[in-house]
């Protein structure tokens, strides 16, 4: 054991790789140093008293600088968790693009769920008892709004980050916008950061005042009036009865009256076009044009007329697509004929022709397919016997 000598040192000497290692047993401090060159050596007693020359291999760790150490790596832990952004959270009620959200809201509504529809208002700066009165009684309000009047829901952006060339700031969304004696009332959504990661889209506050006063538009019509009350006050799918009678009503009247109309245009087309096969895509357009026209005068619920509206847009494609087809058929018929001017027999021109007449006419073109234009005397019986 070696005590504190020339060099200020207190502790043992030790042999490490061919060299002598005096290890510091000072408290407080941790050092190695390996001896370089002795002056004097020599014992006292169980003594021994060493002059050297050390060069120290590590230095000391004092308690002071391992607690800066740990600060810096848990100030370097926390930057690095700020730079890795944080995963979005799922919002269960479905406020997570302006148009889902208004979805949601009304599906609540007209659930007769008032309390959950006011979770999609910005409530927050009220207090609590006065947000429990109010905010079922806004939900309710706005939903006459956004039912009773021309609210179109799929104008509402689909995208997490809303419409961003709308003209308004990055958190913004424009809802509505009514006229109210004169004032305009614009009604916003916002979205809102609940907490990191957890964004959702919600009627803005500084809105929820205009609601109350926007919903001075709703008020029974003049033609409402004078109808029962039973008819006006009560609703199927939010929508007053009334409506859903004159719309199936008109559904019956279109039915038998487009093949009327789309015949009469057919007719009137006959000197410029022969288009007999347009009657069926022609009643089906006209039926989704006037069934169109009725949904403005009796218009039902926002979502179901965002239905309503995507069956009448499925029709109009397939009447659209359906009319294209005859159109090629009948430009395509009419290269045949000028290409081959034998494929066109005339035969029978009256409206009252038989299934023999047809016949006729097909075994007539399919001969001349073949290059012979005068038909068996068979052929010729059998066809004029009809």
């Known amino acids: 054991m070696a005590e504190r000598g020339d060099c200020g040192l207190n502790g043992i000497f030790r042999r490490h790789d061919d060299q002598l290692r005096f290890v510091d047993k000072t ?3 941790q050092a190695g140093f390996i001896l370089l060159r002795f002056d004097t050596s020599f014992w006292l007693g169980e003594t021994r008293k060493v002059n050297a020359h050390f060069r120290p291999i590590f230095a000391g760790r004092r308690p002071k600088r391992r607690a800066l150490t740990l600060v810096a790596l848990i100030s370097l832990a926390g930057v690095l968790r700020g730079q890795t952004p944080v995963p979005e959270t799922k919002d269960p009620l479905g406020r997570t693009t302006p148009q889902e959200a208004v979805f949601q809201f009304l599906e609540a509504c007209h659930a007769r769920d008032y309390s959950k529809a006011a979770h999609y208002l910005d409530l927050r700066r009220m207090p609590a008892p006065e947000r429990a009165k109010q905010g079922p009684e806004l939900a309710a309000q706005l939903e006459d709004l956004l039912d009773d009047t021309p609210f179109d829901i799929t104008v509402l952006s689909r995208d997490p980050e809303g ?3 709308d003209g308004l700031s990055a958190n913004r969304e424009h809802l509505d916008t009514f006229r109210v004696d004169g004032q305009t009332l614009e009604l916003q959504l916002e979205r809102v950061e609940l907490r990191p990661g957890y964004h959702v889209w919600l009627v803005a506050y500084d809105s929820l005042p205009l609601i109350p006063k ?3 538009l709703v008020t029974e019509t003049a033609f409402e009036k004078k109808l029962p009350q039973t008819l006006v006050t009560f609703e199927v799918f939010a929508t007053p009865i009334w409506r859903w009678i004159a719309l199936i009503l008109t559904a019956l009247v279109l039915s038998r009256l487009t093949p009327v109309l789309a015949f009469g245009l057919v007719r009137a087309l006959r000197p410029v076009l022969d288009a007999q096969a347009l009657r ?3 009643g089906v357009l006209l039926a989704v044009a006037g069934f169109r026209a009725a949904l403005e005068l009796a218009p039902p619920a926002t979502l179901s007329r965002l239905f309503i ?6 029709m109009l494609a397939l009447g659209l697509a359906w009319a ?10 009419r290269w045949r004929i000028r290409i081959d001017p034998r494929m066109h027999v005339p035969c029978f021109p009256s409206a009252g022709r038989s299934s023999n007449s047809r016949c006729s006419c097909l075994l ?3 001969s001349s397919a073949r290059g012979d234009t005068t ?3 068979f052929w010729r019986d059998w066809a004029w016997a009809d």
């Not at 509206?309 to 499925?314: D, G, N, S, V, W």
């Not at 087809?325 to 018929?333: G, I, K, W």
């Open 27 to 29: 408290p407080g401090e």
């Open 163 to 165: 419409d961003t060339a």
């Open 214 to 216: 926007a919903h001075q």
């Open 280 to 282: 069926g895509p022609l």
């Open 309 to 314: 509206q995507r069956a009448l847009a499925m």
């Open 324 to 333: 294209g087809a005859m159109v090629v058929d009948l430009f395509a018929e």
């Open 364 to 366: 007539f073109s399919a």
């Open 375 to 377: 038909p068996p005397l």
